[in-house]
């Protein structure tokens, strides 16, 4: 079976959050797929984690290769509809990329962001419960 998963999810297993079992005992076995724009997405959270000194250098560069041995299947996007999802469930175009994957790839979506949850059950795109 193939599951979405998001950034929020994959950074909880970069990072050994809580969450982090949890998270790979669901999606073993599975293939996990997303858009495209995921390592940049990656990317700007450990900038971000830079930035605030939760981290430093070193963990961030440890973090990016922890995030280049997950095995993702990035998949196209449609522009449109994202952008259609976007104004639908107010949410922003990076979150809506992952629901317009969830619904052209009839697959559950695995997310720890809330306000994701709420757009992703607005439009009746099943989640994963963590």
């Known amino acids: 079976m193939d599951i979405v998963i998001d950034t929020s999810a994959l950074l909880a297993v970069i990072v ?20 495209g724009s ?7 959270a450990f900038s971000a984690m830079l930035k605030q000194r939760r981290v430093g250098l070193v963990e961030a560069h440890q973090g990016m290769k922890i995030f280049h041995t997950i095995p ?20 922003y175009a ?10 052209r790839h009839a697959t559950p979506l695995l997310t720890l962001d809330r306000g994701l949850k709420r757009a992703a059950l607005k439009l009746s795109v099943k989640l994963m419960e963590v």
């Open 16 to 35: 050994a959050e809580p969450e982090r079992d949890r998270i790979v005992e669901l999606t073993s076995g599975h293939t996990l797929i997303g858009p």
């Open 38 to 44: 995921i390592p940049w997405e990656i990317g700007n």
């Open 72 to 91: 993702l299947r990035f998949v196209r996007v449609d522009l449109n509809n994202a952008i259609s999802i976007a104004n639908q469930t107010k949410v």
């Open 94 to 103: 990076y979150d809506a990329y992952f629901l317009d994957c969830a619904i």
